[in-house]
């Protein structure tokens, strides 16, 4: 099945600063979610990125499909930023689909 | 429009003892999808319903089990229960189609002690 990577695990920034995260997908894949997990285990939609770029607020992604990756861009980082980022890609399973996870990037912002 | 609701948010449980989780999707959504989160890893999936029929399961013990009512609404059930099933339950609703992307609740926090 389709193997999802994500770079890097940890990442630690002070506020204020700009960070890239990485998800490579080993298939090709028609959609490409990310997500936020904050501390209380919420999962969050970011995007959801074919390919192209999208742009929300202080958060972008851009998905290379022919190229089987998908950036995450924030800019500006705050406090309220820290928490884990997972990208998922679909993969088809019988009649069903599910979504295979990376295992996220844990990112901390500090004051 | 209300999200996806999970219920209840926390459980705590002893080994061998039966669970039941439950998880309303999002109005107008028709297809339900089960996911285990251990600590420090990453959502994997366990089962989707659409149109009260399971439609996909993952590799999981038949000790999980789970079903989908008319109103879309889906119950998550583990028997004999293991230390190992303690994780952070997810349930997450889409409209079907496999462009939809998947909206998730808050989870169910279970532990085994």
């Known amino acids: 099945g389709i193997q999802v990577e994500q770079s890097p695990p940890d990442l630690i920034l002070q506020e204020g600063a700009n960070s890239t995260l990485r998800c490579n997908f080993s298939?090709?894949?028609?959609?490409l979610q990310w997500f936020h997990q904050n501390p209380w285990g919420q999962l969050i939609n970011l995007f959801y990125?074919?390919?192209g770029t999208k742009q929300n607020g202080r958060l972008s992604a851009t998905t290379v499909a022919t190229e089987r990756y998908s950036l995450l861009y924030i800019s500006s980082s705050q406090t309220t930023d820290s928490g884990v980022y997972f990208c998922a890609a679909p993969t088809t399973q019988g009649g069903s689909e599910k979504l295979v996870f990376g295992k996220g990037t844990k990112l901390t912002v500090n004051p | 429009d209300a999200g996806v609701t999970q219920s209840p948010t926390h459980l705590i449980k002893t080994r061998g003892q039966h669970v039941t989780l439950r998880c309303s999707p999002i109005s107008g959504h028709k297809s339900v999808s089960w996911y285990q989160q251990v600590l420090g890893q990453g959502p994997q999936f366990i089962f989707q319903?659409?149109?009260?029929?399971?439609?996909g399961r993952g590799n999981f013990p038949d000790r999980f089990s789970a079903r989908q009512f008319p109103n879309y609404s889906s119950e998550l059930n583990v028997n004999a229960l293991l230390l190992g099933d303690s994780a952070l339950y997810l349930c997450a609703s889409s409209g079907w189609s496999y462009n939809s992307p998947l909206h998730f609740g808050n989870g169910t926090r279970l532990t085994v002690t």
């Open positions: 298939d090709s894949v028609n959609n």
């Open positions: 319903y659409y149109e009260k029929e399971e439609r």
């Open positions: 990125i074919p390919s």
